[in-house]
């Protein structure tokens, strides 16, 4: 919609915003003059955040019992709930007596934090806000008594700093009953895991971990070290060993048997049996002295073992030859005793090798000792440090009991100012608030007006004549001042008229070789000016010369009589029903030409369709150059359409800012369906209501 539309339609109903633009300010301006004045005084309420939940009670550490008074990050909306619960407000209102205009106690929902509309009407609240996302509340009373205000506003706070004590006394008290009982728990377990840790250290011989395992990688040091040494001597006697069977072999006595050394089962059984008595002998040494029987029996069993390697070393070399030297026996001593020293030195090495796995084992059970006892006493670290916590809040808690701390200060006390300067309602200085109430007149008449317009479905301009109905407007007819409407003594020259004019000079150019002489004037519904434009029509043309007939078709209310000021001394309804001839229907008016037959109001059921009526046209058709038919609006029933089916031409009149869209639609498609077509519509700018006040029923 273009800003000009938007403008046409304000100019439209400008009345409507005149008429806010003065009522609204009125009613302000009175309304601040008659109004009793509303007091107010306010305080400020500081809440120490940083103190507000004890040491007692957010330390508790997890799993031992956590006592929380309230979240900090929610504690300002647990303030301000605190602050308009019935505990408070109920009591102010009971103390001071707040009553309403009926002699009630007043009500929590109306008394805290009211409008602006309820404060003004009620006289009497209280509005808590948080200041600012702060740990600041201000907290305003008001009163038409402005001593009232103040004792509102220190009444809220006094009540709540006694039940914000009060809270924290039983939050401490809980706190108390749970931290004992949380206490003894945690006294309890400490006992247990400290009595743990230490049987653990006295069963594993735990007191110089460090020691020992400084001791332990010492001893494994040496061993291997040991361990590298046999080795060493190991490989050296097997050389020694291959050495002497070398020289053994290149002697001249020597001869390779079938059976070997390495392949006689004695003395591999020999070899075996020194092995393990060698081991048995080692580790039995470290545990009793050599003097013990069991060490003498192994050392015995040693001896012969090596006894039974020594005979079947010289038994197997001394067969291969009868007759030998004594350079050769002893080669085959030597070869005897080495064979001794290897499976001496095995057995050295294998107890090194158990030796030596056997302190890292112990090394490595060292450790996960170690990690265990740590696990122990990190537990009863704990415990202790939860036990010294535990108390320490207890003691807290004990303390804050007893001194009652509410955490809540009062940094700006409620008064009253001098000179009553804090008057809520009305405000000393006018301007601005009649300022804002010329702009929200205008505002609220603007809006009014767009949703009038927006609930309008009326006809308003010849667009949407041409887009509601399909028809085109042969003509506008302007406004024209009262005065000029009267036409029971002729025509008046004027806009109305002119326009009424040029109406019939289309409809004398517009017509056909049949020449139209039966004209019926049609409209939606009643007060759209069909009898006034009828009766200027018949008018101006008897004006003319042309002998003009006018029938008042509306006999539920027939106005063309009123509009000329004449006396019915014949009915249509007599002709009709056959009482009189057609020619004594006809009453004549003081505008030379021009005649009309008219009727008092009747029902007309029955008169209209009936063949008499057409009779009365075909009658007096011959008398006359044009008759015009003002026909009832279509709204009061099928009239119209009955009488415009006798009529050559139809001209349709539709009343700017009256005529319905859908009333018209109605009536154009009824018209179709008839087979009635309209030469065009007229559009009335005229306001009905002159039509309705200079002639009644129009």
């Known amino acids: 919609m273009e800003l000009r539309r938007y403008w046409e339609i304000i100019l439209k109903r400008k009345w409507v915003l005149a008429l806010a633009v003065f009522i609204v300010p009125l009613f302000a301006f009175m309304f601040m003059k008659i109004v009793s004045p509303v007091y107010y005084s306010y305080s400020k309420l500081w809440i120490k955040l940083d103190t507000f939940q004890q040491s007692f009670i957010k330390d508790v550490p997890s799993g031992f019992g956590k006592f929380d008074f309230t979240d900090k990050s929610n504690a300002m909306g647990t303030i301000e709930e605190m602050l308009e619960s019935d505990g408070v407000i109920l009591k102010v209102i009971t103390e001071l007596g707040l009553k309403d205009k009926d002699g009630e106690f007043l009500t929590k929902d109306h008394f805290v934090d009211p409008s602006s509309i309820g404060i003004i009407l009620g006289k009497k609240g209280v509005n808590i806000e948080n200041v600012a996302d702060s740990d600041t509340f201000k907290i305003i009373g008001y009163s038409d008594n402005p001593k009232e205000a103040q004792q509102i506003a220190a009444g809220v706070i006094k009540r709540f700093v006694e039940n914000f004590s009060k809270v924290y006394r039983d939050t401490a008290e809980k706190a108390i009953e749970v931290l004992k009982k949380r206490v003894l728990e945690v006294g309890k377990n400490l006992s247990i895991a400290d009595r743990d840790m230490i049987d653990y250290k006295i069963k594993n011989k735990m007191y110089d971990l460090s020691s020992q395992r400084t001791t332990l990688i010492a001893e494994i040091s040496n061993l291997e070290s040991e361990q590298n040494k046999t080795d060493r001597n190991l490989g050296g006697k097997k050389e020694s060993l291959k050495s002497i069977k070398t020289v053994l072999s290149a002697q001249p006595e020597y001869r390779e048997g079938s059976t070997t050394l390495e392949k006689n089962p004695v003395v591999s059984e020999a070899k075996k049996q020194l092995l393990i008595t060698q081991l048995n002998m080692a580790k039995l040494s470290s ?84 990690d265990e006892l740590n696990r122990l006493s990190r537990e009863v670290e704990i415990l202790k440090n939860a036990y010294n916590s535990l108390m320490a809040n207890l003691e807290t808690a004990v303390s804050a009991k007893e001194l009652d701390i509410a955490n809540a200060i009062v940094i700006q006390p409620p008064v009253v100012l001098p000179n009553l300067s804090n008057v809520y309602f009305p405000p000393v200085k006018k301007t601005v608030p009649m300022i804002l109430s010329v702009f929200i007149a205008t505002f609220l008449g603007v809006s009014l007006i767009f949703l009038l317009e927006y609930l309008d479905e009326t006809i308003e301009s010849s667009e949407e004549v041409k887009m509601y109905l399909g028809q085109d407007v042969i003509e506008i007819l302007p406004v024209a001042k009262k005065k000029y409407l009267d036409i029971s003594k002729g025509i008046q020259s004027n806009q109305f008229t002119d326009a009424v004019y040029n109406l019939l000079s289309k409809i004398n150019l517009a017509k056909g070789p049949g020449n139209w002489k039966v004209i019926s004037i049609v409209s939606p519904s009643k007060g759209e000016g069909k009898s006034i434009i009828t009766a200027c029509i018949g008018a101006l043309m008897g004006g003319q010369g042309k002998k003009t007939l006018m029938i008042d078709g509306n006999l539920r209310a027939p106005a063309l009589h009123r509009i000329f000021k004449l006396d019915i001394s014949s009915r249509l309804s007599d002709y009709i029903s056959g009482k009189i001839p057609a020619r004594e229907t006809v009453i004549h008016t003081q505008i030379e030409n021009l005649d009309i037959i008219t009727d008092t109001a009747v029902h007309p059921q029955g008169f209209l369709s009936s063949e008499r009526f057409k009779g009365l046209i075909d009658d007096l058709l011959p008398d006359y150059d044009v008759i015009l038919i003002d026909t009832p609006p279509y709204e009061m029933g099928s009239d119209t359409l009955t009488l415009s089916k006798y009529a050559d031409v139809v001209i349709f009149i539709a009343a700017k800012g009256r005529t319905s869209q859908k009333k018209a639609r109605e009536f154009t498609e009824a018209m179709k369906l008839s087979g009635i077509n309209s030469f065009g519509v007229v559009l009335n700018l005229h306001r009905t209501a002159i039509f309705k006040n200079q002639h009644k029923g129009v």
């Open 287 to 370: 545990e009793v002295t050599t003097e013990h029987p069991e060490v003498k029996a192994l050392q015995q069993q040693a001896d012969s073992a090596k006894e039974v390697i020594l005979k079947e070393v010289e038994k197997t070399f001394s067969t291969q030859i009868k007759e030998r030297n004594s350079y050769y026996d002893n080669l085959i001593e030597k070869y005897g005793n080495a064979e001794i020293d290897i499976v001496t030195d095995e057995a050295i090495k294998q107890r090194l090798e158990s030796q030596i796995k056997e302190r890292k084992e112990m090394l490595k059970l060292l450790t996960t000792k170690e």
